[in-house]
């Protein structure tokens, strides 16, 4: 039975509990400060650009950030460290938590604008020698459909760019936030 009582979760310190507090709350402000930011971000940004560099601007922004975050959690724990040093000689160097994001994907399907601009010119090419007018009024209106079409493309691109990358930042986020809580956690023990 002495097994079970070493495997018993023990109460951590005040301390301790107030890093885990403190941890979870820079965890929350890390993501509302991109929730909030990266929509606005986006908007004057081209397609091309956000499938180019987002997702690399996000893995760096998040790998600085959460460097820095796990620093300041082993600088804590270092200090918590210094007056039981004599108690235990012998402590077990701190080890970092694995933080890696994953590249959001995001991609729109831009098919049925880009049909219909080709529909557009097919119907116009084919009632041009039936009807000039009829012809020519669709060949005008195949360029106007497709800038249309991209406006709408790149619209909802960035929107998707904004949830996947939200997603992403999530999923970072958790993964971090339970990394170094079990640290927190082992230092504890």
């Known amino acids: 039975m002495p097994d079970q009582a070493a495997e018993l979760p023990r109460e951590l ?17 890390f993501r509302r400060e991109v929730g909030f930011r990266l929509p606005a971000a986006l908007e004057g940004v081209s397609a091309s650009d956000i499938r180019q560099h987002l997702g690399a601007f996000l893995e760096h922004t998040f790998r600085v950030w959460a460097e820095r975050e796990n620093r300041e959690v082993q600088d804590a724990l270092a200090a918590l460290a210094r ?24 991609e729109v399907s831009t098919f049925a604008l880009d049909a219909s601009v080709v529909a557009a010119l097919a119907l116009g090419v084919g009632t041009l020698f039936a009807n000039a007018a009829v012809g020519g009024l669709f060949l005008l209106a195949a360029p106007t459909l497709a800038t249309f079409g991209r406006e709408r493309g790149d619209r909802a691109l960035r929107q ?14 958790a993964r971090l936030g339970r990394e170094l809580e079990r640290v927190i956690d082992d230092f504890g023990r």
């Open 13 to 29: 310190p005040p301390e301790l509990r107030a890093l885990k507090a403190k941890v979870a709350g820079d965890l929350a402000d």
């Open 83 to 106: 007056p039981r040093a004599n108690e235990s000689p012998g402590a077990e160097a701190l080890t970092g938590p694995d933080f890696r994001l994953m590249r959001p994907s995001f």
């Open 160 to 173: 998707r760019a904004a949830q996947s990358a939200m997603k992403a930042v999530d999923e970072a986020v």
